[in-house]
């Protein structure tokens, strides 16, 4: 079969397509044929050598992925051959025709979603799912600010808020994207491209603030986030891609807490469960993925580009 391949650490032109040999099955595995693979902003990381988490060269990337069951290892239960399915993991890679998985990384992928939105549900929405229930501990009737609501995490992170009734206001800075984000639900649009945009929030909160705030990028927002953040606001760090300088008084004169998370801390457990608030939403049509763009699988080198410019638009996916 046909896989992206990194055996060193760079630049987007260190992945590599090849021919590898098919994997097969062990005990309790499953085998998926890929049909879409989701690329996200920290396969990047992980492929320059800059995340905390190193991968073993060589190796291929990708954690998100849908397609159709290939066959079963013994001691599998909850899949069979031929299910339509997508991924919240692999054991070998999603960047390929084909990936290993245990059991536990496979789940129903309704009719209703196509494979491309499959590949745009793992990292995206168990990261909003986990930012806004796990960590934040979201209430009904709160204020949701999302910046950067147009990427794979921020849509996601708009329909997770309005399905918990919650007001949400999000960021984006494209008229495209400024577009996606209403139809997504959020009763509020902020362009973040306009200087002083945050400073509109007093105004359509009634003077309070964000309850909670999902913080993409860190590393340019934190400390507006602290500014126009409610009296006892959370704010939640998914993203970051540098390092600044805060007032810690900022959040002290607020009781703010500042909190961070990253899926790879995740017990299968939790996992699992986050996976099966996910599997409802799709199924009833209340979480619907958005891909913005498809890449053939020779193309993974200009999605990696892509999914690190700015604009972004919905879940950038690969088509073996």
Same mark, same amino acid.
């Given at each position: 079969?046909?896989?992206?391949?990194?055996?060193?650490?760079? #630049?987007?032109?260190?992945?590599?397509?090849?021919?590898?040999?098919?994997?097969?099955?062990?005990?309790?595995?499953?085998?998926?044929?890929?049909?879409? +693979?989701?690329?996200?902003?920290?396969?990047?990381?992980?492929?320059?050598?800059?995340?905390?988490?190193?991968?073993?060269?060589? *190796?291929?990337?990708?954690?998100?992925?849908? =397609?159709?069951?290939?066959?079963?290892?013994?001691?599998?239960?909850?899949?069979?051959?031929?299910?339509?399915?997508?991924?919240?993991?692999?054991?070998?890679?999603? *960047?390929?025709?084909?990936?290993?998985?245990?059991?536990?990384?496979?789940?129903?992928?309704?009719?209703?979603?196509?494979?491309?939105?499959?590949?745009?549900?793992?990292?995206?929405?168990? @990261?909003?799912?986990?930012?806004?229930?796990?960590?934040?501990?979201?209430? /009904?009737? /709160?204020?949701?600010?999302?910046?950067?609501?147009?990427? #794979?995490?921020?849509?996601?992170?708009?329909?997770?808020?309005? +399905?918990?009734?919650? @007001?949400?206001?999000?960021?984006?800075?494209?008229?495209? =994207?400024?577009?996606?984000?209403?139809?997504?639900?959020?009763?509020?649009?902020?362009?973040?491209?306009?200087?002083? *945009?945050?400073?509109?929030?007093?105004?359509? @909160?009634?003077?309070?603030?964000?309850?909670?705030?999902?913080?993409?990028? +860190?590393?340019?927002?934190?400390?507006?986030?602290?500014?126009?953040?409610?009296?006892?606001?959370?704010?939640?760090?998914?993203?970051?891609?540098?390092?600044?300088?805060?007032?810690?008084? +900022?959040?002290?004169?607020?009781?703010?807490?500042?909190? =961070?998370?990253?899926?790879?801390?995740?017990?299968?457990?939790?996992?699992?469960?986050?996976?099966? /608030?996910?599997?409802?939403?799709?199924?009833?049509?209340?979480?619907?993925?958005?891909?913005?763009?498809?890449?053939?699988?020779?193309?993974?080198?200009?999605?990696?580009?892509?999914?690190?410019?700015?604009?972004? *638009?919905?879940?950038?996916?690969?088509?073996?």
């Amino acid at each position: 079969m046909k896989a992206v391949r990194v055996a060193r650490h760079g #630049g987007p032109e260190v992945l590599r397509l090849e021919e590898v040999p098919d994997p097969a099955p062990g005990l309790d595995e499953v085998l998926v044929r890929i049909r879409a +693979a989701g690329v996200n902003p920290v396969e990047t990381y992980l492929r320059e050598g800059t995340h905390y988490r190193a991968e073993h060269l060589p *190796y291929t990337p990708g954690s998100d992925g849908a =397609g159709e069951v290939e066959a079963v290892g013994k001691g599998v239960r909850s899949a069979a051959p031929g299910d339509r399915a997508y991924l919240s993991g692999a054991l070998s890679g999603t *960047y390929a025709e084909m990936a290993l998985c245990r059991e536990d990384q496979v789940h129903p992928l309704p009719a209703r979603c196509s494979f491309a939105q499959g590949a745009a549900v793992n990292v995206p929405y168990a @990261t909003a799912w986990r930012a806004l229930h796990h960590r934040a501990r979201i209430r /009904e009737g /709160e204020v949701l600010l999302v910046h950067g609501a147009t990427g #794979g995490v921020g849509t996601a992170a708009v329909q997770i808020g309005r +399905a918990a009734r919650l @007001t949400v206001i999000g960021t984006g800075g494209s008229d495209r =994207g400024l577009a996606l984000v209403r139809e997504q639900g959020a009763q509020f649009v902020l362009d973040h491209r306009t200087p002083g *945009y945050l400073d509109a929030i007093p105004g359509l @909160t009634g003077g309070r603030g964000p309850d909670v705030i999902l913080e993409n990028l +860190a590393d340019r927002n934190l400390a507006e986030d602290m500014r126009v953040a409610a009296k006892f606001g959370r704010i939640v760090v998914v993203g970051s891609r540098g390092s600044l300088e805060v007032e810690p008084r +900022a959040a002290m004169g607020k009781d703010l807490s500042i909190l =961070g998370m990253s899926l790879f801390n995740l017990s299968r457990e939790e996992v699992a469960s986050i996976h099966a /608030e996910i599997g409802k939403g799709l199924e009833a049509g209340i979480l619907r993925p958005v891909v913005g763009r498809e890449f053939p699988l020779a193309a993974a080198p200009d999605a990696h580009r892509a999914v690190m410019a700015p604009g972004a *638009y919905g879940k950038i996916v690969l088509v073996p």
